[in-house]
């Protein structure tokens, strides 16, 4: 079945640092690919997504493209802020009903 | 506009009780998912409503669990004889049909079975 593995977290960082979070996939067929966030006390929302082979996805200063020859999804923000503190999700769907989740990598950024 | 809404917002029961989960998707939307987390991993698929019909059920882990949705908006997610090990947040998404469309979740049910 299909599957996603990210960055084991967690991950703790300076304000203004670079931020990487790994996440490659396996699915049989073309998956659309999602990073999801999570801010403390609040629910699962949509960060960013791409659709087909090198489509980058960006929000909020975030970005992260799709690789099909790697088959990753990283996520990359070049100036982190103490609100960017959340668990980050990278989802792969390769239909439209079973959207398949990473374990989530926690970031924690400090001032 | 409103979100998905998801109640309760916490659940306690016995083990061997029957409990459901009830979710309000977003109005319009066709598609609607429950899914499963645990501490620690990611949200786990359990279900998908097309309309009112499931179109994929295959992550429902027993005939202990079962979900409907009778008139295509509403969802209630039913479990039967609890079991200690089916405690975790209960999330409920809706979405626009397309696939690419990207999911609306809920703020979650915590299921505790003592």
């Known amino acids: 079945g299909d599957s996603v593995t990210q960055m084991e977290g967690p991950v703790t960082l300076s304000e203004e640092a670079f931020l990487t979070i790994n996440c490659t996939y396996t699915a049989t067929g073309y998956p659309s690919l999602f990073w999801y966030v999570q801010y403390p006390g609040e629910g699962l929302q949509l960060l960013l997504k791409a659709t087909k082979a090198d489509d980058k996805g960006s929000n909020k200063g975030f970005e992260a493209t799709y690789r099909k020859e790697t088959t990753s999804f990283h996520l990359e923000k070049g100036s982190v802020q103490v609100s960017d503190s959340a668990v980050y999700f990278c989802?792969?769907?390769?239909?439209?009903?079973?959207?398949?989740f990473g374990d989530g990598t926690t970031l924690t950024v400090k001032p | 506009g409103a979100g998905v809404s998801q109640t309760p917002s916490n659940k306690v029961t016995e083990k061997g009780k029957y409990v459901e989960l009830r979710c309000d998707p977003i109005s319009g939307h066709t598609a609607l998912y429950w899914y499963r987390q645990s501490l620690g991993q990611g949200p786990e698929f359990l279900i998908y409503f097309q309309g009112t019909g499931a179109a994929d059920d295959s992550g429902l882990p027993n005939d202990r669990f079962f979900a409907v949705r009778p008139e295509g908006s509403v969802s209630t997610l039913k479990i039967q004889r609890t079991e200690r090990g089916d405690s975790a947040v209960y999330l409920c998404?809706?979405?626009?049909?397309?696939?690419?469309?990207?999911?609306?979740f809920g703020n979650g049910t915590r299921l505790t079975v003592t």
């Open positions: 989802v792969a769907n390769t239909n439209a009903g079973k959207s398949t």
């Open positions: 998404a809706s979405s626009e049909q397309n696939y690419n469309s990207p999911l609306h």
